[in-house]
């Protein structure tokens, strides 16, 4: 079925099984082909100490109990082979036996540790994202090198247009989201650091936006532009198999290992991660807590509600909130190219990163919306939130938080009804939440009486169930209420015109 040869081995064989495992290790370094070792074996007692799995195979464990250990069986070989003597043989089963029961008697000599719960103050604390800026003329010679092909190089008939498009969109002096992407992996391979990219259809992105690989229309030749820099960094994009678990689990240890380097692995919907659960909740978001395990992966999930059915809208932002703690990892959610740019590149500079788990846009990737003038890219850092700009603060009297494509939506549907006193604040990063520079930025209206939290998801699904808690905690002097789809066992419904209802309900519940 695989095309790949089994060497099936005696389990009982030590020897036999060390052959084995030593052909099947040559056979794949010759060939570089797939090999499967077949060991056939038993195991002698169930899941643990309290377990006897005679209960349920009786038959199977009457012939087990008759069968001597592979212990006695290979000693004995080597005994009728002269290889070692009965007495050498029960020399080391009794030096065995002793250094089992020094490991036993210290473990019991150990008192017993007092229970201390780590205060959360102790905690440690978020810092402030760092200096991310890139002067103007590396980010222009990043720019013009991220769209170059080889000499010689056809590229795709459609795809010279765009890159056209996109360098006319940066004489003008702004940035897209794709552009944006870029900039940020060039500018880290530029300054020595490493990045990979990999994930499902990431060469040219789910949503044929990023083209970081180009594909020769003629031959098929591919050329990764960024990667043919000759920045000190290496830039590698792969597309990786339909397997999350495996995909994930994988990139997750490889960040563990490589230091000074961009790891992040890409869903084709941000729903596609369902598929790695384990590995995220074994160990991205627990293996500091229980090993001190530090990774420093970034996962890109696009996420948003544009209508289509319940396994393409969702990332399902509630799991991951429910599962921060201590600061164990980063949630955000960017609304521009810039603050995109920015919060790639400080996934490096940060001075002890964690897990980013990053919230990508689907269809407002080429939305004017989500563009940032090029200055954006030369100074600043990652912001947590983003204030509104409005002239007149004093006759701001509700503020509406929201985060990610709903936000830009909410600003669009108060400019078109001229919604003088109401303020739309994007919350950047909803893990650790944004407590105070929230409460800075609504400390700037002095008239306000009500805060709502917007969001596209079911309410009991997205960030309310997370965000709600910080919210009534802090700000309790406000009238905090909140405007959500209701609550659903979907993440979405599958009919494009019940969508348009929810949403177009949505903006005038938050908005008018």
């Known amino acids: 079925m695989i095309q790949a040869p089994i060497f099936h081995v005696n389990g009982d064989d030590p020897e036999a099984c060390a052959r084995a495992a030593r052909l099947a290790f040559d056979y794949r370094e010759a060939f570089q082909r797939d090999v499967v070792l077949d060991v056939v074996c038993y195991r002698r007692f169930g899941h643990n100490e309290g377990d006897d799995p005679s209960y349920t195979q009786p038959q199977m ?180 198999f339909l397997s999350e678990f495996a995909a994930l689990g994988f990139e997750y240890g490889y960040s563990v290992e490589a230091a000074n380097t961009l790891v992040a692995w890409e869903a084709q919907f941000g729903d596609f991660v369902n598929g790695a659960e384990i590995i995220i909740d074994n160990f991205l978001v627990a293996a500091e807590d229980k090993w001190g395990q530090r990774a420093s992966l970034a996962m890109l999930l696009p996420h948003g509600y544009e209508g289509q059915g319940p396994e393409h809208s969702s990332g399902r932002i509630e799991r991951f909130l429910s599962l921060s703690a ?58 947590t939130v983003l204030n509104d700009r409005l002239e007149d603060v004093g006759s701001v009297t509700r503020v509406v938080l929201a985060s990610g494509k709903v936000a830009h939506e909410a600003i669009a549907r108060r400019d078109a009804i001229a919604a003088s006193t109401i303020a739309i604040v994007r919350v950047e990063q909803l893990y650790p939440w944004p407590a105070e520079e929230i409460e800075r930025t609504l400390a700037l209206y002095p008239n306000l009486v009500e805060v709502i939290w917007l969001q596209e998801e079911p309410e009991n699904m997205g960030a309310w169930p997370f965000v709600h808690l910080q919210m009534h905690d802090r700000l309790r002097h406000l009238r905090v209420v909140h405007v959500a789809r209701a609550e659903s066992a979907s993440p979405a419904t599958g009919s494009s015109l019940v969508h348009a209802a929810e949403q177009a309900d949505l903006l005038v519940r938050a908005v008018g």
């Not at 590149?345 to 563009?371: C, D």
């Open 61 to 240: 464990y009457k012939i087990i109990d008759q069968m001597r250990s592979v212990r006695k069986i290979y000693t004995e070989t080597l005994v009728r082979r002269g290889d070692i003597s009965i007495d050498e043989a029960e020399a080391a089963l009794n030096e065995f036996n002793s250094r089992l029961q020094s490991v036993l008697d210290e473990v019991r000599t150990v008192p017993v540790p007092e229970l201390k719960s780590v205060p959360v103050a102790l905690t440690r604390p978020e810092t402030s994202a760092p200096e991310t800026g890139v002067d103007r003329a590396t980010l222009l010679e990043i720019a013009r090198a991220s769209v170059r092909a080889p000499e010689g190089f056809t590229v795709h008939p459609k795809l010279e247009r765009q890159f056209a498009q996109r360098l006319t969109l940066l004489e003008s002096g702004e940035v897209d989201w794709a552009f944006g992407e870029a900039l940020a992996v060039g500018s880290l391979i530029t300054e020595g650091s490493n990045v990979r990219l990999t994930g499902q259809d990431t060469r040219r992105g789910t949503f044929s936006h990023r083209h970081a690989a180009l594909i020769d229309y003629e031959n098929g030749a591919q050329s990764v532009p960024l990667a043919n820099m000759g920045a000190p960094g290496f830039f590698t994009v792969r597309d990786s």
């Open 326 to 383: 201590r600061n164990n990892i980063r949630v955000a959610q960017p609304t521009t190219s810039a603050q995109y740019f920015h919060l790639l590149r400080s996934q490096v500079r940060r001075e002890h990163p964690t897990p980013l788990i990053v919230f990508t846009p689907k269809s407002m990737l080429r939305a004017v919306a989500t563009r940032s003038p090029l200055v954006d890219f030369e100074r600043g850092s990652f912001q």
